[in-house]
């Protein structure tokens, strides 16, 4: 039986979308995730409404608008396992876009609440911030595309790559407790890419009572929802793993915790 965490691609629609998570679909609050396939002179058109997104350029390049900006020709990558950091364009509540394919396009826009905040921009590769995170078989790379430092009003974006082989979202951590300084309540997608295409990558969520306690192995191209409890990735040997992750929250601020369990892993030695 497949999981109702796993949400699948589907074949295109007249938009070009072939996956989308709702608030009402994922039976949660603040994020919302679709994907687009869009091909060369096809155009996506959105309303904003109460929500901001972020028009994140998976491969290909695009022409983008706002109600208040424009930008020609953007994009550089023409696969995510190039690891050059992405172009993306946030837009705010109450506002707009026009996004026209130049080449083949895979789109992913991701979508919270909004206040309208700040203007759109666009968010080039230099305004990435780029870390390596964990040692040895916890050795991943991160995009910082929109940490909590860059202005928006809900969202968090990061896309991670995970080598053959390697662990990431790891030790286990969770944000699912609006306690903060010590814990922040962020629902949170990871959408995957593969390479080799025909692999698969393996997520846990699981709570501390076990009530959500799934082992999952999301393909490529297909959305895991993590709507609380713990959720490590491993990346089988021989097959890279990409996921770009969405989060947001009452507030936005990413406090996690560690599974007691497993944070001996990151403690210096001898505490």
């Not at 979308?17 to 091909?39: C, K």
Request: proline fraction near 9%; charged fraction near 25%; glycine fraction near 10%.
């Amino acid at each position: 039986m497949a999981s109702e965490l796993i949400v699948p691609q589907t074949a295109p629609d007249a938009d070009g979308r072939v996956l989308a998570v709702t608030p009402e679909s994922a039976g949660w609050t603040y994020v919302g995730f679709e994907v687009y396939r869009l091909r060369p002179g096809q155009r996506l058109l959105r309303e904003t409404g109460e929500r901001e997104a972020a028009l994140v350029l998976l491969s290909g390049k695009a022409n983008a608008s706002t109600a208040d900006g424009q930008w020609e020709g953007i994009g550089r990558r023409m696969n995510v396992f190039e690891r050059i950091p992405p172009y993306t364009v946030y837009v705010p509540s109450g506002n707009r876009f026009d996004v026209e394919a130049v080449t083949e396009l895979e789109l992913a826009v991701c979508w919270a609440p909004g206040a309208g905040t700040y203007p759109s921009r666009l968010i080039g590769p230099e305004d990435v911030g780029f870390e390596e995170r964990g040692e040895g078989h916890t050795l991943r790379y991160i995009h910082n595309i929109l940490p909590e430092q860059k202005p928006a009003d809900s969202l968090l974006v990061v896309e991670v790559f995970t080598p053959g082989g390697h662990w990431s979202s790891y030790p286990p951590h969770k944000h699912d407790r609006d306690a903060l300084p010590e814990e922040s309540l962020l629902e949170e997608t990871y959408y995957y890419r593969v390479q080799p295409g025909q692999g698969f990558a393996v997520q846990r969520v699981y709570t501390d009572d076990r009530s959500l306690d799934e082992t999952l192995a999301p393909r490529d191209g297909e959305a895991v929802l993590v709507p609380c409890g713990y959720h490590p990735v491993s990346a089988p040997p021989g097959y890279d793993v990409y996921y770009l992750n969405v989060m947001a929250g009452p507030i936005r601020q990413w406090k996690f915790h560690n599974d007691p369990d497993h944070e001996w892993i990151v403690k210096p030695k001898g505490v």
